[in-house]
């Protein structure tokens, strides 16, 4: 099986460094002309899938926008997945799933089992309750070839409270994160498949992210504020392992396909020249 840190570096490397999310907000869905309900969601997810499903690297679906419309809303998500795994797009699932135990398996048997409806490339998780009570998450991914994004550092101005704490050996929390995900992908090439979440506009971190030896992924770029400039004063020399991910800013060009395509090429040509070391 081959793993997701090899599957993720292959398809950056032929489709370039992006992350589209497909989130469709109310006020997206209005301003495509579509109705808020499950048949404008459908269409702005299908009309994302047809544009760009065969040309971006990955393409991430909030998971929580399809969800609002109950069971609908999500075989409208299994649709989306289906489609785009079909189109060559690896599928990370923005869901930031984090519990103990048997439910955290669970989780993982939803979004990572080759089995389930919902099966994806990759999940975003929440080490809230102890990076170690992912472990479950972890197994099922690498048996399966699936990867894991944890949250380290995220865009919300609200985490900082919490992720750049000091723990009692002096470290922050995010920094204890990053540590126990670059133990996780020790020895794994060309990339470990064990992820961490840093936004693109946290400005330095403070955190040492040289050894994690995984995927950055740097959401916060377009509406959040960052541009993809500000990647170089967050990732530093860590620049190769940036996976910047954008969703407004690529889907307000929508509903029009081409137009769509054009935002996220000028999107890739913008990180690829940021993220270019020399």
Known sequence: MESFGARLHRAVRERGPLCVGIDPHPALLARWGLADDVDGLNRFARTVVDALGDRVAVVKPQSAFF??????????LESTIRQLRERGALVLLDV?????????????????????????????????????????MFELAA??????????????????????????????????????????????EPLGSIGAVVGATVGETGCDLSAMNGPLLAPGLGAQGAT??????????????????????????????????????????DCQAALTTS
């Open 143 to 188: 048996e399966h070839g699936g990867g894991v994004f944890v949250l380290a550092l995220t865009s919300n101005p609200e985490g900082a409270t919490v992720q750049r704490a000091v723990t009692a050996d002096g470290r922050t929390v995010a920094q204890t994160v990053i540590d126990e995900i670059a133990q996780l992908n020790a020895g794994a």
């Open 228 to 269: 993809a400039a500000d990647l170089r004063v967050v990732f530093g020399s860590s620049l190769p392992a940036v996976l910047p991910s954008y969703s407004r800013e690529v889907l307000g060009a929508g509903p029009d396909p081409d137009a769509l395509r054009v935002a996220a090429d000028r999107a890739v040509t």
């Open 96 to 136: 930031k799933r984090g519990d103990i135990g048997s439910t955290v398996h669970a989780y993982a048997s939803a979004y990572l089992d080759p089995s389930s409806p919902m099966h994806v490339d990759a999940v975003t998780a929440s080490p809230f309750l102890g990076v170690g009570s992912l472990a479950p």
């Open 67 to 76: 969800e609002r419309f109950g069971s609908h809303g999500v075989a409208v």
